[in-house]
């Protein structure tokens, strides 16, 4: 790394030293730590009592002694078992505990009075929870295979946590989580997300291979999950949303292996939800296949696990043109169609039915070594090979098969973890990691510019994040601390430290963006409203599309940076807090150039206004480089002794990752390497032949009036000390034990946004004008001033806001029972209910890859000055049950069925006016909702026939409004961003398995069978899966501008023009589609072959 501040130099070698003269514990947790106390008959703490703890696998036994105290602590333990835990003392009875299993991150503990009658313990399950890891969950191995998973994904089990939403948690967004296994980091660092999803599909949002639907490991690799929200352990940082974390499967002493299969068809596969019933065809299809061996090396030494997996999973597109609910006719697609093949020669592909697919090839290899009876090494390596297309059509957006693109992710991911246990007192854990991840994507048929006809209704054209896509990220992370314990004191020193090398090789709508908001006639008459599109500038890059894919111009360095301390305090047997101090540093090698017309801008003084940016003059494009202090206190109260009843929680500062595709933005868009147009407002009526072939985007615009705006240039900046997202959490829940095995938890969490992203466009004159009062929008800005800069098409800013919050409470009761005797059969019944209220406010969702898309989709009156309202994430009210029952039938025969309920009250999104003249270059302004009266313009079609006439519109507008119980109080208001939400979602999915053991053999056969979406599988009218596409960030038109009574185009006030709207009605009374798969019931049959 190089050219840092001089302070931002002096923070990284702090860090540093750090980094190479302390030793110590997990970052994220990889291992268990088993700790207790011991006393003798009289109560008093036994010191010097032995205690030993044996991974019976692998016959690896780790021991320690008791302090003064009577405490004892075992780290850097295996998660799983089954352990044997020994305590002896001289002068007692030795005590045995047998078939302990530990759970990953959590602190069990394990208190024993030794005395001469104590009676030897069979079998102990510890389930205690960790002090630091408050607000979480815990998926073990028993569970992966027992709970439905149609996916097999991670996501599956994280769904788990009654605080989630389609892998949000807390009501954060995705981005924002922190994904590891094994220790390391294993996230999607680039983040660059397709904008066009749905809710169909798979694939681990956030991991690396998302964008192909695909997950990066096999979940037959995975030993268990844990979900933290609340881990007041400073070692856990990097995320404000939710850290994930997984470890995975090693060998043991016995050769273990395993052949499995998991597929769907149309078979199993339910009708259609659209009063059709029609079946979903051959076309669909989901397979995985998949094996794995592991075993000894050397016995008790040197152990082996290793697997490999392909999945093939196909699907057909809905909402073809003419099908019923379509965004487009059949007729409106062939006049696209003729359009572009006769004027322009150009083939955009079917509008008829077209196929999805997802392909990956996984490959997984482990080694465990007991290099002596104090330290173990373990080498971890998978290689990921996924590929998959994109194109998704629904109720309110059409995409011809041009549109089209397939991603390719090849991801190499390596990790090593030392670890050593120096003393009784004093262990040592060392994680490296290396991950190497290349995406790129390609096209179908010749490349040509991207064609948004009626504000994204109908895609035609090659994607305009496809034409130059080629992304390439290089990751190594060293993680290196020390654990060690006195008396009462258990103090941990740490550093963790991830180090990106990044190729940021893409171009946003190289290949031209056309846009047709007037109307698909507009587009027929060659008339669009906006054009755009990229272009090299410097002389010396070509501006062809081989060269700019396969010489990525972009590449830049970010250092994640930490340190941190704590001391997990035992001030009484049933009392501990943990206090603890983390710093976070984060930086870039070399800041991007800063364009010399940037602080030669001169700003706008406005008297009155809507928005204020740091002056241009003061920008210096210096941004992170600065340490960050994360203070965080937790606490335990066992408040009986016994854990029936623990109060814990704790409060804390938390600094998070962000996506870096949008520090890509800040390193693309200098304003050096490329030009850029936008030429916005094209007045209705201008001709502008399509320049179908990309490199004559910019000549076509200078020969058709649009010379001004052929010679600009975008700059993205971010602004001065501009930090990284940052939150003060706090967590107070209790657990209750009682009666017999029940357990209540009551949970509240509250998170304050210290630091969060804001998007601006700061190159518009902030001299507004504003339409007459009475008249609808007349409180929205109308920006009449035009550019500050002619030079820059735009300069979109990145800044931080202070503004945002979330709370989340929830209740919780589970049951376990075991060993229920059903005649000569016993039976194990577990269930847990929980019910979540939770609000999440913000100023920003950043769910966007650009600087422009998060500027332009973000619901609001005046764009660069967003107010606080819901976020996208806003979860609301959610209830999740989980119910699992085993029969053991014999010592050969067990079968055990589960159940998974998710019902929540719906996903937010928002209304937005359609071509808005409001001169900020926003897509998604909020409408006014009038008390009970707008002025609406007849519907005609192509004859002067009225189809629409504008008093029904207005009649159907009110209709909607009061049939709306958001809209409903909002008349003389605005909508509010993510104001209205979809109907209540209920889930229910179940999973029956039986285990068959071969005789005389450790050779068994499970199978099993999943359904998904039980509900619908009961009734085709119920499990509906209701959601708002993402095409303009959950958005949907409401109400569109058009010409008024005078004939007047939509204008600025000073044009006379009198807002005037055509009401967009919603299809079947609503805006939201339902899911063509995931509402139907699907059924997957998986048959897994153990030896």
């Known amino acids: 790394m190089k050219n840092f501040t001089a302070k931002g130099t002096l923070n990284f070698f702090i860090l540093l030293f750090f980094l190479v003269f302390s030793v110590g514990l997990k970052a994220q947790e990889t ?56 305590i002896s003392y001289v002068g007692y009875k030795e ?6 299993n530990l759970t990953l991150g959590n602190n069990p503990d394990i208190n024993l009075a ?6 030897q313990m069979q079998e102990v399950v510890i389930t205690g929870k960790r002090l630091p890891s408050t607000g979480g969950l815990n998926v073990g191995r028993a569970q992966l295979v027992t709970l439905p998973t149609l996916g097999r994904s991670i996501q599956d089990f994280t769904r788990l946590t009654p605080q989630s939403n389609n892998n949000s948690f807390a009501g954060t967004n995705f981005r924002y989580n922190n994904f590891t296994l094994d220790g390391a980091v294993n996230n999607d660092a680039i983040g660059f997300s397709n904008s066009a999803g749905g809710v169909s599909g798979g694939g681990q949002a956030g991991t690396a291979g998302a964008g192909t639907r695909t997950n990066p490991y096999s979940l037959e690799a995975i030993q268990e999950v844990q979900v933290q929200l609340t881990p007041f352990d400073v070692k856990i940082g990097n995320f404000t949303g939710g850290s994930v974390n997984a470890v995975t ?3 043991s002493n016995t050769v273990h292996g395993s052949l499995y299969s998991y597929g769907r068809n149309q078979v199993l596969t339910g009708k259609s939800v659209d009063g059709k019933k029609s079946s979903i065809g051959s076309d669909y299809y989901d397979y995985q296949v998949g094996g794995s061996l592991s075993g000894p090396i050397i016995k008790n030494k040197l152990f082996y696990f290793v697997n490999a997996e392909l999945t093939r999973r196909q699907e057909p597109t809905f909402y073809n043109a003419g099908d019923p609910g379509s965004a487009i006719t059949i007729a409106e697609a062939q006049a696209i169609q003729n359009q572009l093949q006769s004027k322009y020669g150009y083939d955009v592909g079917t509008y008829g039915a077209y196929k999805i697919f997802t392909n990956s090839n996984k490959f997984f290899g482990r080694i465990d070594w007991n290099v002596t009876n104090k330290s173990t090494l373990m080498l971890r390596g998978i290689y990921t090979d996924g590929n998959g297309n994109n194109l998704e059509r629904s109720s309110t957006n059409f995409q011809f098969s041009s549109v089209d693109f397939t991603q390719h992710t090849k991801n190499l991911n390596l990790v090593a973890e030392y670890k050593t246990r120096f003393s009784n007192f004093l262990t040592n854990n060392l994680v490296v990691s290396y991950i190497n991840v290349h995406e790129y994507r390609d096209f179908p048929g010749i490349l040509s510019p991207f064609i948004d006809i009626d504000n994204g209704r109908i895609w035609a054209g090659t994607w305009r994040e496809a034409s130059v896509y080629n992304m390439k990220q290089k990751t190594i992370e060293v993680t290196d601390n020390l654990t060690f314990t006195k008396g009462i004191h258990k103090i941990t020193l740490g550093t963790h430290n991830e180090f990106y090398n990044l190729t940021y090789g893409f171009i946003n709508s190289w290949n031209g963006r056309w846009e047709y908001s007037r109307g698909l006639n507009s587009f027929l008459a060659d008339n669009p409203s906006r054009v755009r599109g990229a272009f090299t500038i410097d002389g010396k890059t070509p501006n062809t599309r081989d060269y700019l894919y396969n010489n990525p111009p972009n590449p830049y360095k970010v250092a994640l940076i930490s340190a941190y301390a704590q001391d997990e305090i035992a001030v009484a047997r049933n009392f501990k807090v943990t206090p603890g101090l983390r710093v976070d540093y984060s930086a870039v090698a070399d800041q991007p150039a800063l364009d010399p017309a940037v602080n030669s801008t001169k700003d706008y003084v406005s008297p009155n206004p809507t928005y204020t940016h740091t002056p241009f003059s003061q920008l210096n494009n210096k941004w992170l480089g600065k340490a960050t202090l994360s203070p965080r206190l937790g606490f335990n109260y066992d408040i009986n002794g016994n854990q029936s009843v623990v109060l814990r929680g704790g409060t804390g500062v938390f600094v998070g990752r962000m996506p870096f595709a949008w520090l890509g933005y800040a390193y693309t868009l200098t304003g050096t390497t490329y030009g850029n147009i936008d030429w916005n407002g094209i007045a209705s009526g201008t001709t502008v032949p399509l320049a179908i072939n990309p490199l004559g985007l910019k000549d076509t615009v200078t020969k058709y009036g649009g010379a001004s705006r052929s010679s600009t240039r975008e700059v993205d900046l971010i602004d001065n000390n501009f930090k990284l997202p940052r939150i003060w959490r706090s967590n107070l829940a209790l657990d209750v034990k009682f009666g017999n095995g029940y357990k209540i938890t009551f949970d509240a969490l509250y998170t304050k946004t210290l630091y969060d992203v804001k998007f601006q466009q700061i190159n518009l004159k902030d001299s507004v004008a504003y339409y007459p009062t009475g008249q609808a929008a007349s409180s929205t800005p109308v920006y009449v001033g035009g550019k500050l800069n002619g030079v820059f098409s735009n300069a979109f800013f990145l800044t931080n806001t202070t503004e945002g919050y979330r709370y989340n409470l929830t209740f919780q009761i589970s049951k376990v029972t075991n060993n229920i005797k059903a005649g000569s059969h016993l039976l194990n019944i577990n269930w847990s209910a929980a019910y979540t209220y939770g609000m999440s406010k913000d100023i920003s969702n950043g769910i966007r890859n650009s600087f422009q ?7 609001s009156i005046v764009p660069s000055n967003p107010t606080l309202s819901y976020s996208n994430f806003d979860l609301r009210h959610r209830i999740v049950g989980i ?22 009250s719906g996903s937010p999104y928002s209304l937005i006016y359609q071509s808005a003249p409001f001169g900020n270059g926003s897509n998604a302004p909020l409408p006014y909702i009038p008390v009970n009266f707008l002025n609406f313009a007849d519907i005609k079609d192509a004859n002067g026939n009225v189809t629409y006439s504008a008093a029904q519109q207005l009649n159907d507008m009110n209709a909607f409004i009061d049939g709306d119980k958001y809209l409903s109080t909002r008349r003389g208001q605005y909508a509010e961003r993510n104001g209205l939400r979809t109907p209540w979602n209920h889930q229910l999915d179940m999973k029956l398995v039986h285990e068959f053991k071969m005789k005389n053999s450790n050779h068994s056969l499970r199978i099993s069978f999943d359904i998904f979406n039980v509900l619908n599988l009961l009734n085709n009218d119920w499990g509906h899966i209701n959601f708002v596409t993402n095409i303009n ?19 600025a006030p000073a044009t006379g023009y009198t807002p005037t709207f055509n009401f967009v009605k919603p299809l079947n009374g609503h805006y939201y589609t339902v899911d ?16």
């Open 31 to 86: 291992t268990a730590t088993l700790n207790g106390n011991i006393i003798d008959d009289k109560g008093e703490p036994v010191t010097g009592a032995t205690i030993i703890a044996k991974y019976e696998p692998t016959g690896n036994t780790t021991q320690t002694i008791s302090n003064k105290k009577g405490i004892f602590v075992i780290t850097n333990l295996k998660p799983g078992g089954p352990y044997t835990i020994r």
């Open 95 to 100: 005590e045995v505990l047998e078939n302990i």
């Open 114 to 119: 030794l005395k001469q009658d104590l009676k």
């Open 249 to 251: 499967k090693s060998g």
């Open 853 to 859: 898309s998060n500027y332009e989709v973000n619901p």
């Open 883 to 904: 119910f699992g029952a085993s029969m053991v039938w014999n010592k050969k025969n067990t079968t055990s069925w589960s159940f998974f309920y998710s019902g929540q």
């Open 1033 to 1051: 960030n959950y958005t949907v038109n409401f109400l569109k501008f058009v010409k008024d009574a005078n004939g007047k185009n939509p204008g």
């Open 1076 to 1091: 063509p798969i995931n509402s139907r019931w699907q059924g997957q049959l998986g048959i897994h072959y153990t030896f």
